[in-house]
């Protein structure tokens, strides 16, 4: 495996930090600018992958309507970050993606899942081009 550089491994924690962060928090818009304009999340969990800006903001935005409507709070939790060159200006991302949601006082892990994204330099970031979400109780 080639090595990458530490700025680049730093800017891909700070993507996936700031990822996690807004769509836990309800910011929706915020979430979706950290794909491309073309992004594409596709899980097992959601019966249709959100592509493109518009549809990935409604994702978040249906994403936060039922925490609130539960009177929860999801956090994402990712670990386990593998980052490997997949051409110039491109990576290809391998994590582990946990979904803990607190209710009532008690904090339960509802998904372990590992996910594998297709990351591009774009406009002096890195954004997901590609999600693809895999989730450990499927066949």
């Known amino acids: 495996m080639q090595p990458i550089g530490a700025d680049v491994?730093?800017?891909v924690h700070q993507l996936y930090g700031a990822q996690s962060r807004h769509i836990d928090e309800g910011r929706a818009a915020g979430?979706?600018?950290?794909?491309?304009?073309?992004?594409?999340f596709r899980s097992p969990s959601y019966p249709e992958p959100a592509i493109g800006t518009t549809a990935?903001?409604?994702f978040a935005e249906r994403?936060?309507?039922?925490d609130r409507d539960a009177g929860a709070r999801?956090?994402?939790v990712i670990t386990n970050l593998v980052a490997e060159p997949a051409g110039p200006?491109?990576?290809t991302v391998h994590g582990y993606l946990?979904?803990?949601?607190t209710a009532a006082g008690e904090s339960r892990l509802l998904r372990m899942t590992t996910f594998t994204d297709e990351?591009?330099?774009d406009g002096g970031t890195w954004r997901v081009r590609r999600r693809e979400v895999r989730r450990d109780d499927a066949r």
């Open 74 to 76: 999801t956090r994402h």
């Open 56 to 58: 990935l903001v409604e």
């Open 98 to 101: 946990q979904i803990v949601r």
């Open 119 to 121: 990351l591009v330099a």
């Open 31 to 40: 979430w979706a600018a950290t794909f491309t304009a073309d992004g594409e």
């Open 63 to 66: 994403f936060a309507a039922a």
């Open 89 to 91: 200006g491109a990576l």
């Open 9 to 11: 491994l730093a800017h």
